[in-house]
Structure formats: C-alpha cells, structure tokens
C-alpha cells in the first residue's frame, strides 16, 4: 500500500497567545508550541522569534534509546552523544552540526528531556548561513503543557510520530 505524503505543512499562530500554535497537515490539525516571542518575519540570534516563511524538512535525528526507529521517508540519522549544533554566530560552523565538545558554543543534542527524541531540521539559515540570523530550528517535540520554545515549532511525542508517517523529503513547513 502506497503511503500518502503531506505536500505543505502549515503552521499558524494563535491570536490569542503568541507562542502557541497550530499545525495543519491534510485533516490532521495537532497543537503546535511556537518560540517565546511569536512567529516574526525578521529573526535574530536569541530573539525567540520562529521564523515565517516556507522551509524544506531536510532531516530527522532520532534517540534510539527512547523508542523504535520512527516510520517516515525522510532521510534519518541517530542522535549520538556528542551530537552538537553550534548557535556561535562568530563561528565558521555557525548553525551546522558539530561533534560536542566543541571550542564555541553549541548545544547539545543529546538530552536528558525528550525534546529532541525525534528533531527535523527544517533547513532554517541554511543557505547560505547568515550570521546571527538564527540558529538549531527545528521542529521537536515540545515541553509538558506546550511551554514556548527558542524559537522552533513542537508538538507533543505522539503528533510528531502521527506527522512522521506522512511528510517526507518534499515535504515543506510553511509557518504564517
């Protein structure tokens, strides 16, 4: 049986608190949290904006140790311990993975919570890299009763798993 790939997946601000959201993919309509500050046209480096826009999903990184390999056609990895992303904006590897410990900032991948169980880079200042424009957004999986993030769009374990099954590598985010 042939899966069914989501084309666009929308994400659109509440009006009623800026860092919430919802996700619209196909029927599918999953609680979304947004970064502190709302969903911002021009984003900065710390600013808690998530970015409007469209993006490709370009990966998933995955914990294997915190559940089976996740059903989807995008391309995947797992999360190793030394799994970094660095958020230094005077660095030559700003806003690329990088192998932890690392000489300039960057944040861990590998966490004790379980927002980055399942990560899906969704290529944000990517190409080319911009120097405090804004690093490591994704979407992951959000904190218990959707607390803001820094600035990525997540969604609870279970609706990452449900959009997982139906995006793939031609899938595009669109946040409004």
Same mark, same amino acid.
């Not at 069914?4 to 196909?26: E, F, K, Q, Y």
């Given at each position: ?49 998530? &970015? *409007?826009? @469209?993006?490709r999903l370009k990966?998933?990184?995955? !914990?294997? +140790?915190? $559940? &089976? *390999?996740? @059903? ?7 999360? !190793?311990? +030394?799994? $970094? ?50 690093s490591a957004i ?8 959707f607390k803001p ?28």
């Open positions: 049986m042939k899966r069914t790939t989501i084309h666009v997946l929308h994400v659109h601000g509440s009006p009623l608190d800026p860092a919430r959201g919802v996700i619209v993919a196909g029927a599918l309509r999953l609680p979304c949290a947004l970064g502190r500050s709302g969903i911002a046209t021009v984003k900065r480096e710390g600013d808690g904006h998530t &970015p *409007r826009g @469209r993006f990966c998933l990184t995955y !914990r294997a +140790d915190r $559940g &089976p *390999r996740p @059903r989807s056609s995008l391309p995947m990895r797992v999360t !190793r311990r +030394d799994d $970094g992303w660095c958020d230094a904006p005077g660095d030559r590897r700003y806003n690329c993975p990088v192998v932890l410990p690392y000489p300039a900032s960057a944040e861990a991948m590998w966490r004790d919570d379980h927002l980055y169980d399942a990560v899906i880079d969704i290529a944000w200042n990517r190409g080319p890299r911009i120097p405090g424009r804004g994704f979407l992951h999986i959000a904190r218990p009763g993030t820094e600035g990525c769009v997540a969604v609870d374990a279970k609706a990452i798993r449900r959009l997982l099954a139906v995006i793939g590598p031609d899938t595009i985010l669109a946040i409004h």
